[in-house]
C-alpha cells in the first residue's frame, strides 16, 4: 500500500503574526504539489491569520503543540477543541524543545496524543534520541520506549491515522544530518515497534517522518527511503528552500 508523503514545517518561535502571513503568500504557489501532504506547523498566535492566508491552497494548518485538558483553569494553554474550531487539522506532540525547556515527559505525550485524537486532529508525534544516547548504543531501546508509552491506549484504527517524526536531537538545527542509513534504520524499527504493538496493517498504513537539518539538497535521498515517509523541516521551513523540499522528485 502507498503511503502519501508528508511534508511539514515547523516554525518554532518564529514569524509574528503579520511575517506569517507575508511568509504564507511567498511560499504558496512554491509549496502545490498534489502527491504530497504539505503542512505548516505555526505559533498559537499566527494559526488563524495563517489559516485565512492558505485558503485555497493545498496547505493545512498544524499547530506546534496543545494542552491535554479539555478546558478550565490551565492558564496559557490551548485546547483541542479551540484548535478545531479554528480550522486546525495538524499538532505536533512532544518535540525534543517541549521535553528539553518545558519538562514533556513520555506520560504527558501519551496524554497529549489521546486529546488530540478524540478530537479529530492528527497528532505528529516526535521522537528522538540524544547524541549521547546514539553514542551509548541504545537509541532503539530508547525510541521503542518512546513510541511505547506515546500509543498507551491508542487504538490500531487511530494509531493507523497518526504521524510520527523521528528526530535525532543532534540533528535538530545543528547543520547535521542524518546519514540517509541511520534515519532509514530507525525509522524502520518505529514501524516494527508499531507492527509489534498492533498489527502488520496498521505498521503498514503510519506515516514516519524523519527531522532535524532537512534540506533541499538532504530531503531527495531521505524521502526515497522505504519507511521514510516525508519531513518536519525546521529552518528551510521558512525560507523558499521549503519549496524545492516539497517538490523533492
Ligand atoms: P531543523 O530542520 O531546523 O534542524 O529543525 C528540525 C525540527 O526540529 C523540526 O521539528
Redesign the pocket.
Known sequence: MARKKII???W?MNMTPSQAVALVNELKPLVENKEVDVVF?VPAIDLIPVIEAAKGSNIQIGAENMYFEEKGAYTGEISAEMLVDAGVKYV?IG???RREYFAETDETVNKKVLQALKHKITPII?CGESLTQREQGITIDWIRQQIKIAFLQVTAEQAATTVI?Y?PIW?????K?ATTEQAQEVCKAIRECIGEIYDAQTAAAIRIQY?????AASAPELFAQEDIDG???????LKPDFGKIVNYK
Open positions: 511539514a514545517g515547523n518554532k506547523c505536533i518535540h525534543s524543545e516526535c517524526a528526530e540533528a535538530i538545527g545543528t547543520g544530518v527531522g532535524g537539518s532537512v534540506s519531513g518536519l523541516v525546521g529552518g528551510a521551513s
